[in-house]
């Protein structure tokens, strides 16, 4: 059975770090697109983030560009992280990974397993 589980969220100040983990289990095989996707309090969840079976990564959303990188450990594949820079409050949302299990897919394709999310609140 898989699972995702997501860490590191938590309360930050304008202008903080976080960084979040993705722990995948279950997977037959570790060639895993993973996604990071956030819904903020009254708006629709949107993607932010995704990294491919190659390491290859895309920037979904221009207010997030430069302040935060995916990334996958190099010696469990299945555990991929969120580093978050510079943090604002239009942050604040609700964050999940999402990943797909289909050997040879992509971040374009449709995500099959979802975590259930980690909270950012980021306040002074």
């Known amino acids: 059975q898989v699972q995702l589980a997501e860490s590191g969220g938590g309360k930050v100040q304008p202008g903080g770090s976080l960084r979040l983990s993705c722990g995948g289990s279950?997977?037959?095989?570790?060639?895993?697109?993973f996604g990071w996707f956030r819904q903020a309090p009254g708006k629709q969840r949107e993607m932010i983030l995704c990294?491919?079976?190659?390491?290859?990564?895309?920037?979904y959303r221009d207010s997030v560009k430069g302040r935060f990188t995916i990334s996958r450990d190099a010696a469990n594949r299945n555990l991929v992280y969120l580093e978050m820079n510079n943090l604002k409050p239009d942050d604040t949302a609700v964050y999940s990974c999402?990943?797909?299990?289909?050997?040879?897919?992509?971040?374009?394709?449709?995500?099959?397993?979802w975590g259930r999310g980690t909270q950012v609140t980021v306040s002074s």
């Open positions: 999402a990943a797909n299990g289909e050997y040879g897919a992509s971040c374009t394709d449709p995500f099959m397993y």
């Open positions: 279950g997977f037959t095989h570790d060639k895993i697109p």
């Open positions: 990294i491919n079976a190659d390491d290859t990564s895309r920037v």
